[in-house]
């Protein structure tokens, strides 16, 4: 099931990937056993090949919801690339499509871009006069893998370096040798230069803001590589207007008509596109990292840079318990024509996904015993003609978080119900004994007997006598 896949590698126009980066991925993902197009963008063909697609590996263009609608077989984007602002997130989720980024591969890239772009501004090869870095004030906001290596470079330069991150701690900081503001505003008081590396999402929109600006030292400089949303524009105009001596860089910003008027007193730096992730090394390894991600998650199902999930993160142990307890039933029920289910709790609102991961429990153990993803797993149920009930929780009976299945087929019937204590999954119920069977990678010997004296030490000698 997995041989005949689809990957479809989506470039733009102006933004291929190198000939070399997009051979060596498509090489690695046909040895995998998967199909492979790669395509520009505009080519009429994509039209026709997307409802086929299983997977989807892009640079930079949009995937907006009208798109993710036309391929129904998708299970997985890959954004070869750090940012994902391109991805129309929500839709995918909903969807229970994955995404994922390729964080770092172009870290390198970026950041030392950030350095060509200061260098341009306060050191031009011009036979001028310039500025130097040793000594000088230097904030990083977002101390993620790019952040990291700037201040790695920055450092290297004899700056003094503080950064800010909304998720990361001082000792984060401390380890990489550079001090840790308090605040978003903060990491920019007094500093001579500041260099952005946040995501663009809903929360960090206009981040950059008037109090953020002025907190700076008078002439400072500002490297925006991360994205033009996560400042405040007005303000930014405002600023460069009040203070002729600050200057503004970015690779991700437009020449909008007003930036455009500040360009003759070298306020502004903006080359004519999007540049960070423009190196030989990065654009290799951002596609060879999509391939291999595609594979890692179709041959085991490996999530691990996914940038949605399906499920809210403190439900995502529940999963887990899902797969866990689908294997389990399959032991009992192996071929089910019928699957009922119930989510108790929070655990119904994700019903849908839920389903897919008993699934994908119940086709690995009762199938091939091959790992799969979720998706796959809703598409042997369908091959197979498999009953799939879901029924309405009564959260009165007070299970808290749990889920119950039955597996059916024409002589057998399991009922299992499981739920997480202390983030381990656990079974409570097999059929009618209420029980407590941890979860684990074991080997499990399920015996139903009537309660007659030594008949469970009968059965442990037993096992132990057959080795
Ligand atoms: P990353 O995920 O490794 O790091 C982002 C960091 O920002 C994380 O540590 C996160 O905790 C932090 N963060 C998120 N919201 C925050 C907030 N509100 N305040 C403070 N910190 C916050 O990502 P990365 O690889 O370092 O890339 C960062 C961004 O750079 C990308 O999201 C992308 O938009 C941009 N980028 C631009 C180019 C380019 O061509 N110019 C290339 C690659 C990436």
Do not use: W
Request: hydrophobic share 40%; net charge negative.
């Amino acid at each position: 099931y997995t041989m005949s896949k689809l990957v479809l590698i989506l470039t733009q126009v102006d933004k291929p990937f190198a000939s070399d980066a997009e051979q060596h991925s498509v090489q690695l993902l046909k040895r995998a056993g998967l199909t492979v197009e790669a395509l520009c963008e505009t080519d009429e063909r994509v039209a026709e090949l997307l409802p086929d697609a299983s997977f989807l590996i892009i640079r930079s263009n949009k995937v907006p919801a009208e798109m993710i609608d036309r391929a129904p077989k998708l299970e997985l984007i890959v954004r070869a690339g750090a940012g994902y602002d391109n991805v129309d997130l929500e839709h995918a989720t909903s969807k229970n499509i994955y995404v994922m980024n390729t964080p770092g591969q172009n870290a390198t890239a970026v950041a030392e871009l950030v350095f060509s772009l200061i260098h341009s501004a306060v050191r031009p090869i011009n036979g001028k006069s310039g500025t130097e870095l040793k000594n000088k004030k230097f904030g990083i906001l977002g101390f993620g893998n790019i952040g990291k290596q700037v201040a790695m470079i920055a450092k290297g330069y004899g700056m003094v370096v503080e950064v800010y991150d909304m998720f990361e701690t001082s000792d984060t900081a401390m380890r990489h040798g550079v001090g840790f503001a308090e605040s978003t505003v903060e990491v920019f008081r007094d500093k001579d230069y500041m260099s952005l590396h946040i995501p663009s999402t809903k929360e960090t929109k206009g981040t950059v803001d008037r109090e953020c600006l002025a907190a700076m030292s008078p002439g400072a400089v500002l490297v925006n590589t991360a994205r033009v949303d996560v400042i405040d524009h007005e303000a930014l105009v405002a600023h460069l207007q009040a203070d002729p001596g600050f200057k503004y860089l970015s690779d991700v910003d437009q020449k909008t008509d007003i930036l455009q008027s500040l360009m003759p007193n070298r306020q502004i730096l903006i080359p004519p596109k999007k540049m960070g992730a423009q190196t030989f090394e990065a654009n290799f390894n951002a596609a060879c990292a999509a391939a291999q991600q595609v594979i890692d998650f179709m041959q085991k199902g490996i999530t691990r840079f996914a940038v949605n999930n399906p499920v809210p993160p403190e439900l995502k142990l529940y999963t887990d318990l899902a797969t866990s307890l689908g294997r389990f039933s399959a032991a009992y029920v192996p071929k089910p024509r019928e699957v009922q289910y119930t989510c108790y709790g929070a655990l119904n609102a994700y019903h849908d996904t839920f389903v897919q991961y008993i699934l994908k429990g119940l086709f690995e153990q009762g199938g091939h015993g091959k790992a799969m993803t979720p998706v796959e797993a809703v598409s042997l149920a369908e091959e197979h003609s498999i009953d799939i009930e879901m029924r309405n929780p009564d959260n009165r009976k007070g299970y808290g978080l749990a889920i119950t299945l039955g597996f059916v087929d024409d002589d057998t019937r399991v009922e299992v119900r499981g739920t997480i204590v202390g983030r381990e999954p656990e079974i409570s119920r097999v059929n009618d004994f209420k029980t407590r069977i941890p979860l684990r990678e074991a080997i499990y010997v399920l015996v139903e007997t009537a309660d007659h004296p030594g008949v469970e030490y009968q059965i442990a000698q037993n096992i132990v006598e057959a080795g």
